[in-house]
T-cell receptor
Framework: QKEVEQDPGPLSVPEGAIVSLNCTYS??????FMWYRQYSRKGPELLMY????GNKEDGRFTAQVDKSSKYISLFIRDSQPSDSATYLC?????????????FGGGTRVLVKP | DGGITQSPKYLFRKEGQNVTLSCEQN?????MYWYRQDPGQGLRLIYY???????QKGDIAEGYSVSREKKESFPLTVTSAQKNPTAFYLC???????????FGPGTRLTVT
């Protein structure tokens, strides 16, 4: 079982719809949670970064973390064709020997005009 | 402009040859990382470095080597011992290991 699971998609939505993305993780030691956006053939770009349960909002993006159920979500409101990309969730575990960032496999999103 | 640069964008090599991928950052970040990305598998950590002259193996270090002689630079060598070297290679950096990582544009390596 992978430590971080993500549905690969593709997830296709019409322009203006809400995009809902989810990840589950297995290790309760994960302390920090991130969402990255990756356009085709480009490096990932950090969208959201949080370390606590609850919601964090930034413009059209809302990240939600539920540590009790080991579930993290990203919502994109008023989706645009430019939001078409692969979205990667990631979790960070703090260790004395060196911290480790673990990624999900990514969900491909397609926003149709 | 501050950022991470990786060169070249595309790289082609013959099987059996070693190849070195460049990663430079001018963000004054202490920590640097190398990941490999294969279709549908997300990013997997190859090597990371917390400070100059120190680096640690990640999850898939076999067949790879790195050096960290300068804070700004963290080159990755893909050796002939790496059985499946064709992949998209991403370099990242962060202020320290607790902080979010910022990625370069990547190098797509094709070995035939």
């Amino acid at each position: 079982q992978k430590e971080v699971e993500q549905d690969p998609g593709p997830l296709s939505v019409p322009e203006g719809a809400i995009v809902s993305l989810n990840c589950t993780y297995s290790n309760s030691a994960f302390q920090y949670f991130m969402w990255y956006r990756q356009y085709s053939r480009k490096g990932p770009e950090l969208l959201m970064y949080t370390y606590s349960s609850g919601n964090k909002e930034d413009g059209r993006f809302t990240a939600q973390v539920d540590k009790s159920s080991k579930y993290i979500s990203l919502f994109i409101r008023d989706s645009q064709p430019s939001d078409s990309a692969t979205y990667l969730c990631a979790t960070l575990k703090i260790k004395a020997a060196g911290n480790k960032l673990t990624f999900g496999g990514g969900t491909r999103v397609l926003v149709k005009p | 402009d501050g950022g991470i640069t990786q060169s070249p964008k595309y790289l082609f090599r013959k099987e059996g040859q070693n190849v070195t991928l460049s990663c430079e950052q001018n963000l004054n970040h202490d920590a640097m990382y190398w990941y490999r990305q294969d279709p549908g598998q997300g990013l997997r950590l190859i090597y990371y470095s917390q400070i100059v002259n120190d680096f640690q193996k990640g999850d898939i270090a076999e067949g790879y080597s790195v050096s960290r002689e300068k804070k700004e630079s963290f080159p990755l060598t893909v050796t002939s011992a790496q059985k499946n070297p064709t992949a998209f290679y991403l370099c990242a950096s962060s202020t320290d290991q607790r902080a979010e990582q910022y990625f370069g544009p990547g190098t797509r390596l094709t070995v035939t």
